[in-house]
Nanobody, 120 residues
């Protein structure tokens, strides 16, 4: 019913930048929240940043000042601008969205993940 399609991952040198995007499509009544998580090998998935419809944003301490999350509500798309990338940012990045598909029904959805590798 709802799909999240991510793009923008890849290989980048330390200090470089990447922009991830995630577009939600399907049966969408309302998007309540969109965000990005990441999972490095051997580690738990962690929140990177999220954006609520109320306009508030949250960032992991490790990315504050370097990453910026933004949302295009008309396109149901969330972006993650990543600057000053570090090797420890290497992970699979997952898009997450809490979407109301009808007035009375909502669920949390995940994208397929996109690999970000920061290495020289």
């Amino acid at each position: 019913q709802v799909q999240l399609v991510e793009s923008g991952g890849g290989l980048v040198q330390p200090g470089g930048s990447l922009t991830l995007s995630c577009a939600a499509s399907g049966r969408i009544f309302r998007v309540n929240r969109m965000g990005w998580y990441r999972q490095a090998p051997g580690k738990q998935r962690e929140l990177v940043a999220d954006f609520t419809t109320g306009g508030s944003t949250n960032y992991a301490d490790s990315v504050k000042g370097r990453f910026t999350i933004s949302v295009d509500n008309a396109k149901n798309t969330v972006y993650l601008q990543m600057n000053s990338l570090k090797p420890e940012d290497t992970a699979v990045y997952y898009c997450s969205a809490h979407i109301r598909t009808t007035y009375a029904s909502s669920n949390n959805y995940w994208g397929q993940g996109t690999q970000v590798t920061v290495s020289s």
